[in-house]
């Protein structure tokens, strides 16, 4: 399984490479994305600053920047990983090689494995870039300890990538990959906080809110990274997560497995 | 040959159609897909909200009405989008489906079938934005005046001179054959630099000084400042006149830029590498 998983990996590994210019996005999405939010909230706050009082009675902070400059982060790191899982599939059923691949005798799901390894690297890199930018562009202060903002992300994986494994399924039987990486990463920004205080949703949504993983490693991020949080302060996020991950991962997998099976039988595999 | 481009134009309408709506998860996404973006944007407006007004944003705009101003933006920023990705990205499809070079050899020239990949495009954006409008306005509710007719005759010259871009955007997709990033950058930087969801008066400096260099800009501005009768950079008229003249300008460099590029694809035989 493990050298399934290693191919797909060196296989992504060579694409990516093949298109030099994949550097120049991972450089300059994480300065430009959160602009557009950035600047609304400076509007929205007035040439006096009138009203970030208010956005300071519901998130604590009147640092917009630091904010949201987590949420859209995380933000980035789901999307991308949504992309790629859900337009590999498709990609190799459009190209016709996804038959080809399911035919080797190496369980399926070493396929998504790979793209995890593949996805874990690239947004181990993006990260890393994306805070190297936010301390020169937005003057992006760590006021907490830096590893234990680290141990959120690892804590976070599994949840990230066993809702991976759920969407892969979801997109081999809508055989659509946009729509529902529009859906799941729109989903994600109207509950998850990315921009906002959840507190100005009304109660239904919060406590919807409450059941995305993501929610809480924004969250502990949030508290860390601003506000100097310590392990015992963020233990109620940390453990949510860990349950989270692994309920997501079992789900991931039952899902692939019962989707797989399902379009060997119809034989829709390679249908798109 | 009018008559067999309209002809052309209509065949690739039809299966751009077909393609749409043998996804139907995809065709139904489409419809509610503005919400997604537009819910966001209203909830962080709730937190700067003092007595359920955005105070601040009338400091910097004239109006209050802050879902307004992000609707009209998005209506615009959607059909600059539908350009960008109908013309730019359609080139890319067909190169992964393997079928340019069969659509090349065919005797209509590249900007015909482009125009044609975006007109489908423009006519889902279409419905898209009357749903949009609808949905908001029952949700979030909004108000934009009666002067919707001047809004659309000063929409039509900025729409026209979106094809100049959109065309420099495929020529830019046939030489590094790389779609996604390119497109959604730059539409992602037109839309911020224009201000599709803020005002620029809000951007530093240097950045401001990009924004007023950009056509796009005035055309958001003018709509916004028809139907909200928001605070406009220029006055109306001289706003529309850089508008007429975006639309001239860009269509002539845009397709003279994609002539050359077309070209030299077809010099080096590169047309279907990807």
Known sequence: ?????????????????????????????????????????KALSGTGNTSLAQFQNFAGTTDYTTYMLIGTTIWMWINSMLWTFGSSLRVEQVRGTLESNWLCPIPKVSLLIGYSLFQILISFVFIVVSVLEFKIFFNFEFIGNPLLAFLIIIVSIPAVY??????????????????????????????????????????????????????????????????????????????????????????????????????????????? | MVKNYLLAIWAIIKKDAKIFFRYPVNAIFRIFEPIIWIAPVYFLALSFQINGENIGFHEYTGTTDFMAFIVIGSIVGGFVSAVLWGMGFSLKSEMDAG??????????????????????????????????????????????????????????????????????????????????????????????????????????????????????????????????GSNTLLPLNIERWILIGFMILGVFIGYRILVRTEKHCKTMGNIGFH
Request: aromatic share 12%; charged share 10%; with cysteine.
């Open chain 2, 99 to 228: 079928v340019i070079e069969s659509n090349w050899l065919t005797p209509i020239p590249l900007w015909v079938q482009l125009i044609g990949r975006s007109i489908f495009s423009l006519i889902i954006t279409s419905l898209n934005v009357l749903m949009t409008g609808f949905l908001v306005w029952l949700l979030f509710g909004f108000n934009i005046g009666n002067r919707i007719l001047e809004a659309l005759i000063t929409l039509i010259p900025m729409l026209i001179a979106l094809y100049g871009l959109g065309f420099g955007i495929a020529a830019l997709v046939l030489i590094t054959n790389n779609a996604n990033n390119i497109i959604d950058i730059s539409n992602f930087l037109l839309n911020i630099l224009s201000g599709e969801s803020f005002p620029i008066t809000v951007l530093p400096r240097g950045i401001m000084f990009i924004s007023l260099a950009l056509p796009l800009t005035y055309g958001y501005d003018a709509i916004r400042g028809i139907l909200l």
């Open chain 1, 1 to 41: 399984m493990l050298n399934g998983a290693f191919a797909v990996f060196k296989r992504e590994m060579k694409i990516m490479l093949r298109y030099p210019s994949w550097f120049i996005p991972m450089l300059i999405w994480p300065v430009i994305f959160p602009l557009g939010y950035l600047f609304t909230a």
């Open chain 1, 162 to 272: 066993g809702l991976g494994f759920v969407f892969a399924s979801l997109v081999m039987w809508a055989k659509e990959a946009n729509s529902m990486v529009f859906m799941v990463r729109g989903i994600m920004t109207i509950f998850c906080g990315i921009t906002y205080p959840l507190e100005v949703l009304p109660n239904w949504m919060r406590n919807i809110s409450e059941f995305i993983p993501m929610t809480h490693s924004i969250n502990a991020l949030r508290r860390v990274i601003s506000s100097g949080a310590v392990l015992v302060d963020i233990k109620r996020e940390i453990y949510i997560l860990i349950i989270s991950g692994a309920i997501l991962m079992t789900l991931g997998m039952i899902a692939f497995n019962y989707t797989q099976n399902k379009v060997k039988e119809t034989g829709t595999l390679g249908h798109y």
